[in-house]
Nanobody
Framework: QVQLVESGGGLVQPGGSLRLSCGAS????????MGWYRQAPGKQRELVAS???????NYTDSVKGRFTISRDNAKNTVYLQMNSLKPEDTAVYYC??????????WGKGTLVTVSS
């Protein structure tokens, strides 16, 4: 049974930081591309950042220079360090595990609210 469990969301003031974590079980973690997606109210889910099995990273333009994705294969965990947060970063953040086009798994999400 595959499980992706996100943690680390919460309320933060503009300019603040949060670190999201996603622990995975039931998959060969090191073989999967891991990603963080987000969905704001009334908007479509969008890719925020991804990291391949070889640790190549990709970011959406709006978070470049502010967010950092990383992975610890020994702990089956992927992280998203979010700095200089803005109100427009407010969303539910979802962890995703993908193995080419054949396997695709999602976590249940964690809410990040950026507000003063």
């Amino acid at each position: 049974q595959v499980q992706l469990v996100e943690s680390g969301g919460g309320l933060v003031q503009p300019g603040g930081s949060l670190r999201l974590s996603c622990g995975a079980s039931g998959i060969i973690f090191s073989s999967f591309t891991m990603g963080w997606y987000r969905q704001a109210p009334g908007k479509q889910r969008e890719l925020v950042a991804s990291i391949t099995s070889g640790s190549s990273t990709n970011y959406t333009d709006s978070v470049k220079g502010r967010f950092t994705i990383s992975r610890d294969n020994a702990k089956n965990t992927v992280y998203l360090q979010m700095n200089s947060l803005k109100p427009e970063d407010t969303a539910v953040y979802y962890c995703n595990a993908r193995f080419f086009l054949s396997l695709n798994y999602w976590g249940k999400g964690t809410l990040v609210t950026v507000s003063s």
